[in-house]
């Protein structure tokens, strides 16, 4: 961390000199399988990882475990925001790795505003001037909340940049809605999550360059009915901690089957497992591709 600081402070071009002498690599190898560790939680403050609040809060320890993550046999590569990738640009960690920019990170946690989830982290140019090979935005929609429609509408005008410049963006859809206590809660049902799959497909003049970030549906039987709804290739989503980390990874196991999915795109339950062996359930991860 001290030399970091220490280069951030008296060398800021090494981020962009580092960029660009980063070995590349294709998004997708022969083996057509993606395994991307994502850290872009921080950036709306969600540092939480089960009931530790400020788990992710450590920059340091953040970082030793995305190295040691990306180090692992298989992972293809990260998922973050500029803070976390210009440290990993540093530390030479993303040589051969597979680069995504995380998009919009405006939707804070917890916020009245939540949902007009702005445009506050990589932009199309961002992403292309840095020579990184795609990027991941959020899509939550409320039908209740007008914040919802500003998002869609922002989410397709990037869709169509990132087309014009024939870069992969990597969509998450949700719907949603706010509990009594005014926290979101994603809805995860089969008829749910085909919907979002449904809004999130059409968004944009070219669908040419889109991906799919989808979660596993409350019942994993739905998935191949689900998975139906579109062409375009997808990946899963991991989501938090759970004690049973044994039942995320069957769940992931049969959804990695159907035709159109990809790979998976997993942060916390990855970086901070129940056990503390992030080598292991980072590897477990990989075996299911």
Known sequence: MVDLARTRAHRPEAIAEAAAHRVRRPLV????????????????GALAVGDRKLAMANRADLLERLCLALSRPGVDGVLATADILDDLLLLGALDGKVVLGSMNRGGLVGASFELDDRFTGHRPQDIERLGFDAGKLLLRIDY????????????????????????????????CRRRDDGTL??????????????????LGGSSAYTWLKVPVTENPDDMARVMETSTLPAVLLGGDVGEDQEAAYEKWRGALQ?????????????????DGDVAGAVDTAVGLL
């Open 185 to 202: 809660r994603n809805d995860l049902s089969a008829e749910a999550v085909t919907k979002s799959i449904a809004i999130a497909a059409g």
């Open 144 to 175: 209740d909340d007008p914040g919802s429609l500003r998002t869609l509408e922002s989410t397709a005008r990037v869709i169509d940049e990132m087309a014009e410049r024939r870069l992969p963006v990597f969509v998450e859809p949700f719907l």
């Open 258 to 274: 159907l035709p159109t999915v990809q790979g998976l795109v997993v942060g916390r339950s990855l970086l901070y497992p129940a």
């Open 29 to 44: 190898k022969d083996s057509g399988r993606l395994m991307i560790v994502a850290a872009d939680h921080p950036a709306r």
